[in-house]
């Protein structure tokens, strides 16, 4: 039976000689029962988290730093750090999780069919724009199948999505048009004609447009006016991607090189050879991974920051068409196949596709829909969905809400007119804005002589005077002048 | 086959119902932020641009004077209640809140010469042209009884100023000396003089509060322990100061406004040189008063302008002026670093507001978080040219305008002259004097 708490106090007495025997073994007893924290602190938040959050290299203070400059610039430090690892602790939260394949089998050998019956797909809405051979465009919501519009233009069309899903932009064969989404002709651009490829920036609201006469025109479509018209000399443009992570534009062409541009120069930013015949297609992905694919049928992965060659594969077929998805799977057509290919980019050499799907066609395009797991390939007897474990698990709904009302589509509108990043800012490093202009003495002072018109700082060149006679011959006349050559320069 | 894919309930992501707040879900990861840098920097670009639009200082104009307002206090208790002399003698108390008079006195004849208000509150002191120091209740006579003074003190000579004692029951006033009075005696407890005849302005140090520093008319600048009989140091300038006003956060500091279109700051323990110079002024600076953070001070100018200099800045970061304010001859911050007072020649005290964009009322939490996002875009683009640009512009009255272009020709002529000068000397007969160093012409223990 349990003792009672009066039979403790009573037996007590006696336990105390007993207990200064064992006194020692007593004092590690309470020691153990007391509670102690065995992980004290913030959990630790593993060093690759903390990389993906770091924006620039850490800054050491130089010795000799003024108190002030001090200061600032380790409280600055202090505000990234404290950023880089709430936003790291952050991720933790994230609760949707990444894709899983299966193990230990051939993926590559699934059908569609038992993955659609494996799995379970309800999702909110999305927009799909459909352009047709034979200038058919329809848009529908893709996963209610509801139509939004259809229209017949009886030509050839290519067609993009603007901002937002309330427009859309159809290169037909002569000029530019712009549609709503309930199929009403907006506007015809005329200053676009001829337009074969479109990609559009959604950060800078431009519209960029690769045309048949070599043109490599900009339309800024928040106020309607072009902002460039580049001829490129390069022939006729079907090969065009753009890179989301600069905004830079760039171009294949059918003598195997890739041409980068942005619409402040007129020349190319960078030329590069890529292929022995020409460019079919080719796409970029966010994080400075170009993947291109040619007819001498390779497919060849780059690091557009380096600009180095990572992969080059050989395919029996050649890719007609590329797609990136934005966890960096890589899907590539040949004929009436579309293989998809995990890990392209920076991991080893891929061998065999992680995925296969053969369509009714020969495809004509493919492209990933982001924040999903679903790749839509449109094909000569028409348009396939495929499921593919590809999208962005966790979006931010701040830049991107596939769930968004009207009023917040509405809001995010204006702000996204408010912070236009205006054309001029396109360069190949986008974060050069943030840094320190050390420009040296001598560009400085090249750009001044470019604005004066004239070098403020230039000497007049010395010219002996043709003396016959006295004794100020040119030669001892500089002399004197060189003694006070060096007061004159301060 | 194990097949894991996205799988997403709309619940999740949408608001349960319509009075529910949206659901907003997050993730940092930049690469799905592109363009980080260029669109921080339009959004910095447009927050400048939003301060500059909704840059109004200007709150409210309390009219009632008769005459030129000469001095203000604020109370030292109550933020609402602030007090102005005029130039025709008469004292008024006003409500900053309801902008009204609150009770004018008729306290002297000629003009008050200054104002302040006892540590307390219960009282205030005016010293005026007719040689008086009188005490009067801050609260208005009974009913049926006149406004009469508590005390008054027969001086011999015109007192030009007064400054009360942060806690105790003294006061110094200053004129041809500076006197430091007991308030219950009728007679001078300690009385200073260093071979000057009059003096423009006395303060107490806030902190210090032993420590006393007046503004003299030959051009120099004393220093006073309350305690001792002599005063302690003093420097000479090139030209007189107007006022001069203590930095209340570290108060070893002080700042003199000076005739020369300068303010000067000093450090009370090196007065060999000032720590910094303020230009920007065109005309006399008459005023100055410290914000009650001590970061910053504002200046009243003879030029009609009010400007706000940063503690430790050269130049003003805003001026102030409106079409039909005169030469400003008085100026106060307000205890709760919101707000301005200046009082000018044409009879009227202005209410500014410090921060000239600021919203006023009670602001929201998500107001707040915006103010301070733009706020902090600002401080990081600051140094990129189209941000500093506009942030810079100001618009001055033409006169003004011409004076300033007027007066940097002529700084640039003085500089160009004294090169040439230089180059033609001996090498280290002309020596290079600072700007700080210019100024000053002794240092006297």
Redesign the interface.
């Known amino acids: 039976a349990p003792k009672r708490y009066w039979e403790e106090t009573q037996n007590a007495t006696k336990k105390v000689e007993a207990e200064k025997s064992s006194d020692e073994s007593k004092q590690e007893n309470t020691d153990k029962e007391k509670k102690t924290d065995p992980f004290p602190g913030d959990a630790p938040i593993p060093e690759e988290r903390m990389k993906k959050f770091q924006r620039g290299n850490k800054l050491e203070v130089p010795a000799g730093t003024r108190l002030k400059l001090r200061e600032t610039l380790t409280r600055s430090e202090a505000g990234s750090d404290l950023a880089q690892n709430q936003s790291a602790r952050y991720d933790l939260l994230l609760t949707e999780d990444a894709l899983e394949g299966e193990e230990d089998e051939d993926t590559c050998t699934i059908s569609q069919e038992d993955i659609a019956e494996a799995v379970d797909i309800t999702s909110g809405s999305k927009h799909l724009l459909l352009g047709g051979r034979r200038g058919h465009v329809t848009c529908i919501e893709w996963q209610t199948k509801n139509l939004m519009c259809e229209i017949n233009v009886m030509e050839t069309v290519q067609d993009i999505w603007l901002h937002s899903e309330a427009m859309f932009a159809v290169a037909q064969k002569k000029w530019l048009h712009i549609y709503d989404s309930s199929g009403v002709e907006l506007h015809c651009i005329k200053k676009f004609n001829d337009v074969l490829r479109m990609q559009f920036l959604p950060y800078h609201f431009l519209l960029a447009t690769a045309s048949a006469t070599g043109f490599l025109q900009y339309l800024d479509v928040s106020v309607g006016k072009e902002v460039a018209a580049i001829p490129t000399r390069c022939g006729r443009l079907d090969v065009m991607a753009q890179n989301p992570y600069n905004a830079v534009i760039h171009l294949g062409h059918p003598n195997g090189t890739v041409t980068l541009w942005s619409p402040n120069q007129k020349e190319p930013l960078v030329k590069m050879l890529c292929h022995r015949g020409g460019v079919r297609s080719l796409t970029v992905d966010k994080t400075g991974y170009m993947v291109t694919s040619g007819l001498d049928r390779k497919l060849k992965v780059y690091d557009i920051r380096a600009f180095k060659p990572l992969h080059s594969f050989f395919l029996p077929a050649g890719a007609s068409c590329l797609s990136l998805s934005q966890r960096g799977l890589l899907s590539a057509a040949t004929g009436d196949i579309v293989q998809m290919y995990r890990d392209a980019c920076g991991g080893a050499p891929v061998t065999k596709p992680y995925m296969a799907h053969r369509v009714r066609g020969t495809v004509w395009g493919v492209g990933f829909c982001p924040f999903e797991d679903v790749l839509g390939v449109g094909h000569a007897e028409g348009f396939t969905s495929m499921i593919v474990p590809s999208g962005e698990p966790n979006f931010d709904a701040l830049d991107m809400n596939p769930y968004r009302s009207t009023k917040q589509r509405q809001e995010w509108e204006v702000k996204a007119l408010l912070e236009k990043v205006q054309p001029e800012l396109i360069s190949l490093d986008p974060g050069m804005l943030g840094k320190v202009d050390n420009a040296t003495f001598e560009q400085k002072h090249k750009e001044r002589v470019e604005a004066v018109g004239y070098d403020p700082l230039a000497h007049k060149k010395f010219k002996p005077r043709m003396r016959k006679r006295g004794r100020s011959s040119a030669g001892s006349v500089e002399k004197r002048k060189n003694k006070v050559a060096h007061e004159e320069l301060k | 086959?194990?097949?894991?894919?996205?799988?997403?309930?709309?619940d999740d992501?949408?608001r349960e119902t319509t009075r529910d707040i949206?659901?907003?879900?997050?993730?940092?990861?930049?690469?799905?932020?592109?363009?980080?840098?260029?669109?921080?920097?339009?959004?910095a670009l447009?927050a400048t641009k939003l301060e500059r639009v909704f840059a109004k200082p200007f709150v409210a104009s309390l009219d009632g004077h008769r005459d030129g307002v000469n001095c203000i206090a604020k109370h030292s208790k109550s933020l609402s209640t602030v007090l102005s002399g005029a130039c025709d003698g008469e004292v008024k108390l006003w409500n900053l809140s309801k902008r009204e008079c609150l009770r004018s006195v008729q306290a002297h004849e000629g003009f008050v010469r200054g104002i302040c208000s006892r540590f307390c509150g219960s009282s205030f002191f005016t010293v005026g042209d007719d040689k008086t120091i009188k005490q009067w209740k801050m609260g208005p006579p009974g009913y049926g009884l006149k406004e009469e003074p508590l005390n008054t003190i027969l001086g011999k000579a015109v007192f030009t100023g007064i400054d009360h004692h942060q806690s105790e029951g003294t006061f110094a006033t200053c004129g041809q000396t500076v006197d430091i009075w007991d308030e219950l005696r009728s007679s001078p407890i300690r009385s200073f003089s260093w071979g000057v005849d009059s003096f423009s302005c006395v303060r107490y140090n806030p902190v210090e509060t032993e420590l006393l520093a007046s503004c003299a008319s030959d051009r120099s600048i004393i220093l006073y322990d309350m305690r001792e009989s002599t005063p302690l140091k003093k420097v000479i300038m090139k030209l007189k100061s107007n006022t001069l006003c203590w930095n209340p956060m570290e108060a070893y500091y002080f700042t003199c406004s000076s005739e020369d279109y300068n303010l000067y700051t000093y450090d009370m323990r090196c007065l060999d040189s000032p720590v910094r110079v303020h230009m920007d002024h065109v005309s006399a600076v008459l005023d100055v008063d410290y914000s009650p953070t001590g970061k910053e001070f504002v200046s009243a100018s003879f030029d009609k302008t009010i400007r706000i200099f940063p503690k430790d800045g050269g130049h003003s970061r805003e001026v102030y002026h409106t079409k039909r304010m005169q030469h400003v001859i008085c100026v106060k911050w307000s205890a709760d670093n919101k707000y301005i007072l200046s009082g000018s020649d044409e009879m009227n005290i202005r209410l500014w507001k410090a921060n000239a964009s600021e919203k006023l009322g009670v602001l929201t939490a998500r107001e707040k978080a915006a103010l301070h996002y733009n706020q902090k875009l600002r401080d990081k683009f600051q140094h990129?040219p189209q941000v500093r640009r506009i942030a810079r512009h100001r618009h001055l009255p033409r006169g003004i305008f011409r004076q300033k272009r007027e007066l940097k020709e002529i700084k640039e002529a003085q500089t160009r002259k004294e090169q040439n000068v230089r180059?033609h000397s001996k090498p280290g007969s002309v020596p290079l004097v600072t700007e700080r160093e210019k100024h000053v012409v002794t240092v006297v223990e």
């Open positions: 086959m194990k097949v894991k894919v996205l799988c997403r309930n709309p992501y949408v949206q659901r907003v879900p997050r993730n940092y990861d930049p690469t799905l932020h592109p363009f980080e840098v260029p669109r921080e920097y339009t959004r447009n990129h180059k």
